[in-house]
Structure formats: structure tokens, C-alpha cells
T-cell receptor, first 114, second 115 residues
């Protein structure tokens, strides 16, 4: 297993367009997390899944954002009607659900809204 | 709600010098604490973690951190810095009883290493 994989690595889109990102977690990990990182800031939690169930959503996740993990494996994060403020690095992480385990992060998708 | 403060936005050290990056957290119970490193345009790599037990934890790449409950701190140290350590470092806290991947991060400290 090569770790958490995110695609695309970079995305440039025009304001108002919809974009979708994909995350493939480490295969045996049943928990998957999405974070957003803006320039000069630490990552901020957006949402997480256990298997296919979305268990928590941050207030940062506006109604333009939707995340899915339909079969409990890969996940997608869609942003509708993108705004310039959505420009950020979107990070995905995965973990086991057991105690004393950590999350492993992907390399992220850099979104630029022009 | 938990929070993390990294007081130093940018630190510059000479190669071979010792390093200490500061991290203070706010959390009502015993936290789970992490240090991650991020190279430009890359994801986060875990350096070390504290869940319980010995308050001095060893990590990868020669890093260590000490959990001090009385000071609400979890400072990262390295006795001799290498040029390849130049990166951004993030301290993070996780809450007991929640998923260990749901973390609150500090703002980060950028480390520059001079030859």
C-alpha cells in the first residue's frame, strides 16, 4: 500500500464552477477525514467518515460542500459554485478506529479559484 | 473546545544547532498530542505522538517532545538540526473519546536552516 492518495494534486477553476476531489485511503483504514488548509494556517477539520457513514461535519462545511464515501472505500469532496475564498489545500487522512492510532495524511489537492 | 498555540511563526537556526519549537494547548482533560511536519506543497508527516505514559516521547528523524501538564505544553526538540529539517511544523491536539484523526492544529512554525 502506498499510503493515502489524493487526486488531482492541483486544480484551477473559474469562480462559480463545481469541482470534485477524490481521496483513496489506506486500504484497511475505515476512518477517513477531510481537512482544509489555507495559506499560512494549520489544517482545519471539515468532516469524517467511519466506513460509509459521515459521523461529523464542521461548521466550516457550508451547504456548497458535500462529501461522500459510498462504499466505505474512497471518498469524494465536491464544492459547488466555487468562490475565491475556497482557494486552499484540501487534505485527506485515514486511520483505524482503534485506540492509540494516528491518522495518515495524503499529499493534498491544491485548489485555486480564479 | 480545544485549541493549540504555536507562538513562533518563523524560526531560523544554523545547521548543527539545537532546536526547540514551542506548543501550548488548551483542553479540559488529558489530551492526545501530535507533531507533524509539512514540506512545501506536500501533505503532513507524523513526527511523534503522545497518548499516555512516559511524558518524554521519541519520534522519527531524531526529534523528541516532552508533555508538561502543569504548563499545558508539548515542545518539540532536536539536539542537532540538519538542512533537510527545513519545513513547517504543526502541533495538534486530539480529544479523548473521539476519533484520533479529528485534530485541532496550531498555526504552524516555519523552520529555516542556515548552512
Amino acid at each position: 500500500d502506498t499510503g493515502v492518495s489524493q487526486n488531482p494534486r492541483h486544480k484551477i477553476t473559474k469562480r462559480g464552477q463545481n469541482v470534485t476531489f477524490r481521496c483513496d485511503p489506506i486500504s484497511e483504514h475505515n476512518r477517513l477525514y477531510w481537512y482544509r488548509q489555507t495559506l499560512g494556517q494549520g489544517p482545519e477539520f471539515l468532516t469524517y467518515f467511519q466506513n460509509e457513514a459521515q459521523l461529523e461535519k464542521s461548521r466550516l462545511l457550508s451547504d456548497r460542500f458535500s462529501a461522500e464515501r459510498p462504499k466505505g472505500s474512497f471518498s469524494t469532496l465536491e464544492i459547488q459554485r466555487t468562490e475565491q475564498g475556497d482557494s486552499a489545500m484540501y487534505l485527506c487522512a485515514s486511520s483505524l478506529e482503534y485506540a492509540n492510532t494516528e491518522a495518515f495524511f495524503g499529499q493534498g489537492t491544491r485548489l485555486t479559484v480564479v | 473546545a480545544q485549541s493549540v498555540t504555536q507562538p513562533d511563526i518563523h524560526i531560523t537556526v544554523s545547521e548543527g544547532a539545537s532546536l526547540e519549537l514551542r506548543c501550548n494547548y488548551s483542553y479540559g482533560a488529558t489530551p492526545y498530542l501530535f507533531w507533524y511536519v509539512q514540506s512545501p506543497g506536500q501533505g503532513l508527516q507524523l513526527l511523534l505522538k503522545y497518548f499516555s505514559g512516559d511524558t518524554l516521547v521519541q519520534g522519527i528523524k531524531g526529534f523528541e517532545a516532552e508533555f508538561k501538564r502543569s504548563q499545558s505544553s508539548f515542545n518539540l526538540r532536536k539536539p542537532s538540526v540538519h538542512w533537510s529539517d527545513a519545513a513547517e511544523y504543526f502541533c495538534a491536539v486530539g480529544a479523548q473519546g473521539t476519533s484520533y484523526g479529528k485534530l485541532t492544529f496550531g498555526q504552524g512554525t516555519i523552520l529555516t536552516v542556515h548552512p
